[in-house]
């Protein structure tokens, strides 16, 4: 039996423990049936001299052989190769972007997505105001247009939008869950080509949200997620720059997720966003309280959840690592791992999630500065493990990322 399968029955605590005890012997372990897996990645450790039956622990962890998201990306013709399994155990190829020509595709079996998703409600839980919720207002798509968009993108039958993963769970966990991207195609086309001067598409939603909030028991508590610019903009322009405000207080939580802060997220451009000025704007609109306010970072090509929330210190989110993760920031320059305080490239190692691909050890092409090692414990939330803060890409491309298969609609004229 799959590990994944005995952890998705464990309790949080029990599910901690495990991973406390198993990490580096499980990581040892994976490592060597990946390579067994997948010859390119075989490949890689023989030019890297690794010596699978070494002991690892946090000392030697840089020895691992990492990949690059790059070796997942559609045109270069390489993610069939890190495919660990039959295609018929393989349920989903989810897709990094359907928006820039080159989306990275990796195969997951239906077990990577469940533990994918018991992993995401860990961190919700703990970040984002899981057990309070009670309304969900999600500035997305539904999952059935994202999915669609993703297919008619890149061809893939199985292709699954990989951000729809992560609402999945709310929907089935809030008494109410609305996706205010209504399917108008042409509609949603204006609103984000003319970055909301045009409202009419959200018309009914904002209005649900804002009828919601006014009319909310005592014990409601309203949770606004999903796509940052998305969030900002209809905040800004139809309700702030209307006068328009509410007061959610400790009833009230938003929990951002697929970046989107360089004011770029597929076809929907605006103007960069910082944390500070969506702090003010969730303060000054709904009463959301800074402490309310968490984050959501991931990436398709690895079953790694970083949650977050905001510190004042840093006018920024801190983003925490699960305790079945490790991270390492290495040097662009030199590749050896920097030290806290200091910034480089972010690479991801799990042994867990990746049945169906071989991200055991994957380099991110973002730049995040490390703030506490993998034996640390964060001073602003107790939270124990790594902790850091994302600065952006080494070379930001345009318009790609997890959620931005919205440019498929502007194809669709």
């Known amino acids: 039996m799959p590990i994944e399968e005995k952890l998705i029955l464990m309790t949080k605590e029990e599910r901690t423990a495990y991973f406390n005890d198993n990490f580096f012997k499980d990581l040892e372990s994976l490592i060597k049936k990946v390579a067994q897996n997948s010859l390119f990645y075989k490949r890689i450790c023989e030019e890297a001299d690794y010596d699978f039956d070494q002991e690892l622990d946090l000392e030697n962890l840089a020895s691992v052989p990492y990949l690059l998201t790059n070796h997942y990306k559609e045109n270069q013709g390489i993610f069939p190769q890190l495919t660990r399994v039959h295609e018929k155990q393989i349920m989903h190829r989810t897709i990094s972007t359907a928006t820039s020509g080159n989306p990275s595709i990796v195969a997951r079996t239906g077990l990577d997505i469940k533990f994918l998703q018991t992993m995401a409600v860990d961190s919700y839980k703990d970040f984002l105001h899981w057990d309070e919720c009670t309304d969900l207002f999600n500035f997305v798509p539904s999952r059935a247009l994202l999915n669609i968009a993703t297919r008619r993108s890149t061809h893939q039958s199985k292709g699954s939008s990989f951000v729809g993963f992560f609402n999945e769970p709310w929907e089935s966990h809030c008494r109410n869950t609305y996706m205010l991207v209504y399917p108008l195609l042409r509609n949603i086309l204006n609103q984000i080509r003319h970055f909301f001067q045009v409202a009419s598409v959200f018309e009914l939603k904002t209005k649900k949200l804002a009828d919601t909030i006014r009319n909310r028991k005592e014990d409601d508590f309203i949770v606004l997620g999903g796509n940052t610019i998305l969030l900002y903009n209809v905040t800004e322009k139809l309700f702030r720059e209307k006068g328009i405000s509410f007061n959610l207080g400790d009833h009230g939580a938003v929990g951002t997720g697929g970046g989107g802060w360089d004011g770029v997220k597929g076809s929907i451009k605006s103007e960069p966003i910082t944390k500070k000025d969506m702090m003010e704007k969730m303060k ?130």
């Not at 510190?311 to 801190?318: A, G, L, M, T, V």
């Not at 690592?321 to 305080?341: C, S």
């Not at 506490?372 to 803060?389: L, M, T």
């Open 284 to 413: 000054e609109v709904y009463g959301i309280p800074a402490e309310n306010v968490g984050d959501i970072y991931s990436f398709t090509e690895s079953s790694a959840i970083f949650p977050g929330h905001y510190s004042k210190k840093y006018e920024n989110q801190i983003l925490h690592t699960l305790p079945y993760i490790k991270i390492i920031v290495r040097d662009p320059e030199t590749g050896e791992p920097v030290k806290p305080g200091e910034s480089g490239l972010l690479e991801v190692l799990t042994p867990y999630g990746i049945n169906g691909f071989s991200s055991v050890a994957i380099m991110v092409d973002d730049i995040v500065q490390l703030l506490g090692d993998n034996d640390s414990v964060c001073p602003e939330c107790g939270f124990k493990g790594a902790h850091f803060i994302h600065k952006g890409r080494q070379n930001p491309p345009l318009g790609t990322s997890c959620s931005s298969v919205l440019d498929f609609f502007e194809r669709m004229r």
